[in-house]
Nanobody
Framework: QVQLVESGGGLGQAGGALNLSCAMTGRTSYGYAMGWFRQAPGKEREFVAA???????FYKESVRGRFIISRNNAKSTVSLQMTNLKPEDTAVYYCAAAGLVTTLTQENINAMDYWGKGTLVTVSS
């Protein structure tokens, strides 16, 4: 059974930093685009960042320059370093993986093959 297991998150302060990590278990992440979505209370799930199997990286504009996504193909993991946090970053963050698309985007959110259970990030002002 393939799973995406997230770790990290928690409570952070505005201007501070938090790290998220996600491990694919049950199979290798070979050929999969991996990344992160988030869902704030009362809002729809939105794309945050992704790294394609080729290594190309994509960010939601509002996190560009503050978040860094990376992947370790040997360990089948993807990480998200979040810095200069803002209260509007508060959300449940979901790891996702897709094998039939080049990368993860808001438009192909329904094409994800796997989702993590989510990890809560709360940023206080």
């Amino acid at each position: 059974q393939v799973q995406l297991v997230e770790s990290g998150g928690g409570l952070g302060q505005a201007g501070g930093a938090l790290n998220l990590s996600c491990a694919m278990t049950g199979r290798t992440s070979y050929g999969y685009a991996m990344g992160w979505f988030r869902q704030a209370p009362g809002k729809e799930r939105e794309f945050v960042a992704a790294v394609a199997w080729t290594g190309n990286i994509f960010y939601k504009e509002s996190v560009r320059g503050r978040f860094i996504i990376s992947r370790n193909n040997a360990k089948s993991t993807v990480s998200l370093q979040m810095t200069n946090l803002k209260p509007e970053d508060t959300a449940v963050y979901y790891c996702a993986a897709a094998g039939l698309v080049t990368t993860l985007t808001q438009e192909n959110i329904n094409a994800m093959d796997y989702w993590g259970k989510g990890t809560l990030v709360t940023v206080s002002s």
